[in-house]
């Protein structure tokens, strides 16, 4: 009986949250977040969460980065798997030098969004940082992936995938002293 519900209720769900939505429309051709779930326009206080939401990267910006966080935390209870917010929660723990506790909110985000390539670079400089480069070699391989596939493609790759594929490999290569070895299966 429930499992008969769900399906509906999620496609009602959707059908009345598509005009309150932030941010880009579901994970877009360029990658760079708006996945997860739509966002509501207000709490049951009235506190719209996209002001919570502004607010938080405002203090991002400000290097508020305690303060940002409570403001990322504030919209995570209410919408728990939004990409975007996963993402700049894990910002301001890397921030905090919390590496260990945003690489939870970088996966996550990962998780809700598979083409949002900042949250890979972030990943794997929290890796970095970490002293695991085994794991951000595995963030970039990722990258890497999807650079591959717009080449079979015969795409042009978004900017932002490049971008963040550049700036991991300089971050791994000044970590390890090279760029590591990315095995391609040419066969395929």
Same mark, same amino acid.
């Given at each position: ?16 949250? #598509? ?26 206080g ?7 939401? !502004?607010?938080g990267? /405002?203090?991002?910006?400000e290097?508020?980065? !305690? ?6 935390? /504030? #919209?995570?209870?209410k #919408? ?18 919390? @590496? ?8 996550r985000? !990962? ?10 670079? /972030? ?18 391989a990722?990258? /890497? ?17 490049? !971008?963040? @594929? ?10 390890e ?12």
């Amino acid at each position: 009986m429930i499992a008969l519900r769900l399906p509906f209720l999620v496609v009602l769900f959707l059908l009345f949250s #598509v005009g309150i939505a932030f941010g880009q429309s579901g994970g877009g051709v360029d990658g760079g977040g708006g996945g997860g779930l739509l966002v509501p326009a207000r709490d049951r206080g009235g506190t719209k969460l996209t002001t919570l939401f !502004k607010e938080g990267v /405002a203090f991002l910006a400000e290097r508020d980065c !305690k303060r940002a966080e409570k403001k990322f935390i /504030a #919209v995570l209870k209410k #919408v728990p798997r939004n990409s975007e917010a996963n993402y700049l929660r894990g910002i301001a723990l890397q921030c905090q030098q919390r @590496h260990l506790s945003a690489v939870r909110y970088f996966k996550r985000s !990962k998780r809700d969004d598979a083409q949002f390539y900042q949250a890979y670079e /972030a990943l794997g400089i929290s890796y970095l940082t970490l002293a695991r480069p085994d794991l951000a070699e595995g963030e970039l391989a990722g990258l /890497a992936e999807f650079i591959e596939l717009c080449e079979i493609g015969n795409r042009i790759c978004p900017e932002t995938l490049l !971008k963040s @594929h550049r700036k991991l490999l300089l971050a791994y290569s000044r970590v390890e002293g090279g760029a590591p070895e990315v095995e391609r299966d040419d066969s395929k």
